[in-house]
């Protein structure tokens, strides 16, 4: 088997057992991406010099025992909006094109002590705004299964990386969908661990109450084991907490038998793709073949995620963005006079359009005037959205569904109408808004071809239920097994 098409813990095992060693196995990834990214754009950059260094820094550790993590040695791609010290953390966006943070995310440090060899930084979304990797400013990532469609967003780098073998496995972020929509448009896995699972710290920001990092791969056990790595506490993030639930042995166990599954039946009403809803109810019919009880129940309070999170990403966003100035860091006009013209022309020329609509949206939002009726109202339907959660799960152990309600779109299609580009994230954004995590497992093709994803979304600190219940499908099917041929 060639080293790209092992899976990560595949690859980790080889090289614990000496077949491969790391620099090999990075070797083979850096080789791959030369070649074959060209038409993908998955890499915003490459560290070539610095993965084989550490490769064999890596090595040295294994030998000796001081690597001893399940991914001890393997290769990884990070999302360009992960803080890598010393290397390039762009965003995709002009503003922060030549920004070189002075210090590592806390899921970096955390992968570091782990032994795994980061490739480089992937394309997405300008700051992780939208869900075609189109509003990237160093162009779009084109999807592997076929390069006319988009690879979904904003982690489309990362999914498609994953999805054409130019990464085993690789970390994303998701605010609404971020993971688990290209995770779906490309065939792979995506993970969007419960709100505070994992730490921030040295995440760009979009929307902070609902970003998380999260794992991508090509089978549920290699998120798992990946997952592993990253979660926990951490002092740096407030709102990162210790989760007493997750047990990686209970994850890789892969068992469903005896669980209760619910299906929102709005998630299946007339919006959806008919071959997108076939392939959810043939996965819901995998299920009870493998001992779940499966019912669908009512969740009308659908139809509030997508204006409720608009407002509430957008009302976040234009904080959190406030603080690209020209000044402190990141793109300074050269065409500026003084002060206030710094500050305007900066902003004016360094962000993309999709990001400028965003901050307009967020300053009127929260405008005086406009705060009760907008801002205030989406919390008060958060704080519905959050009790149709508890409520569901006084019943069912987890709920699934499609992560969108079509396959992948042609590219240049959304761009044109963000509306309709806002309707597409109805399935995913109310589970940031209710903070549980959620996972994107392969299940199934369209007639052209391209792949479906359907969700399975868990109690909150309940990843190893939702991963233990992707292993039992995945050992049952094999859609996560096929790949798109290589371009
Ligand atoms: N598509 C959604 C948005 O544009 C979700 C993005 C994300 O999860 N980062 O906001």
């Given amino acids: 088997m060639q080293i790209t098409d092992m899976t990560a813990l595949e690859l980790a095992s080889a090289i614990k057992a000496g077949e491969v060693s790391v620099r090999e196995a990075t070797e083979s990834f850096l080789d791959a991406i030369e070649k074959r990214d060209g038409a993908y754009h998955c890499y915003n950059t490459v560290c070539r010099e610095e993965a084989l260094r550490r490769a064999d820094e890596v090595q040295k550790g294994i030998d000796e025992g001081v690597y001893t993590s399940p991914l001890a040695g393997v290769p990884i791609g990070i999302k360009d909006n992960i803080c890598t010290k010393g290397v390039k953390t762009t965003c995709s966006s002009k503003i922060l094109e030549n920004f070189v943070p002075t210090y590592d995310a806390t899921v ?139 047990d990686l042995e209970k994850a890789l166990k892969g068992e469903i038998a005896g669980k209760k599954i619910g299906i929102p039946e709005d998630y299946l009403d007339e919006g959806i793709a008919p071959e997108v809803k076939a392939a959810v109810l043939a996965a819901a019919e995998a299920y009870k073949k493998l001992g779940a009880v ?65 901050i307009m949206l967020g300053n009127f939002v929260l405008s005086s005037g406009y705060y009760d009726a907008y801002y205030n109202k989406a919390l008060k339907a958060k704080k519905l959205i959050q009790q149709a959660f508890f409520d569901a799960f006084e019943t069912y ?82 859609f996560h097994k096929q790949s798109p041929k290589a371009e």
Avoid at 211 to 229: K, M, Y
Avoid at 412 to 422: R, T
């Fill in 294 to 358: 499966v019912e669908t129940f009512p969740m009308p309070i659908v139809r509030y995620a997508i204006p409720a999170y608009y407002i509430i990403a957008c009302a976040e966003a234009c904080s959190n963005l406030s603080r690209y100035d020209g000044i402190k860091y990141g793109y300074k006009s050269p065409n500026a006079e003084n002060l206030m013209e710094t500050y305007i022309k900066s902003r004016s020329e360094g962000f993309g359009m999709e990001v400028k609509r965003r």
């Fill in 397 to 478: 152990d987890m709920l699934l569904g499609p992560v969108a309600p079509t396959t992948a779109l042609k590219i240049g299609e959304s761009l044109s109408d963000p509306l309709k580009m806002y309707l597409g994230d109805i399935y995913t954004v109310m589970i940031n808004i209710a903070g549980v995590p959620s996972m994107a497992i392969p299940c199934g093709f369209d007639s052209e071809g391209l792949p479906v994803g359907m969700q399975l979304i868990g109690k909150p600190f309940c990843e190893a239920e939702i991963l233990a219940a992707a292993k039992a499908y995945q050992s049952v099917t094999d």
């Fill in 108 to 246: 970096i440090r955390r992968l570091r002590d782990a032994g795994l060899v980061m490739l480089g930084k992937l394309n997405m979304d300008e700051f992780a705004m939208g869900s075609t990797t189109e509003t990237s400013a160093t162009g779009v990532t084109h999807n592997p299964w076929n390069t006319d469609r988009v690879p979904g967003g904003s982690s489309g780098g990362a999914a498609a990386a994953v999805a054409a073998k130019l990464a085993p496995v690789a970390l994303g972020s998701d605010t609404g969908g971020s993971i688990r929509q290209p995770a779906s448009f490309c065939g792979v896995c995506g993970l969007k661990p419960t709100y505070g699972a994992v730490s921030r710290y040295g995440l760009v920001a979009y929307a902070s109450s609902l970003d998380q990092i999260g794992p991508f791969g090509r089978t549920a056990d290699d998120c798992a084991a990946l997952f592993s790595l990253i979660e926990g506490k951490d002092e740096k993030d407030g709102t990162s907490m210790v989760n007493p639930k997750f």
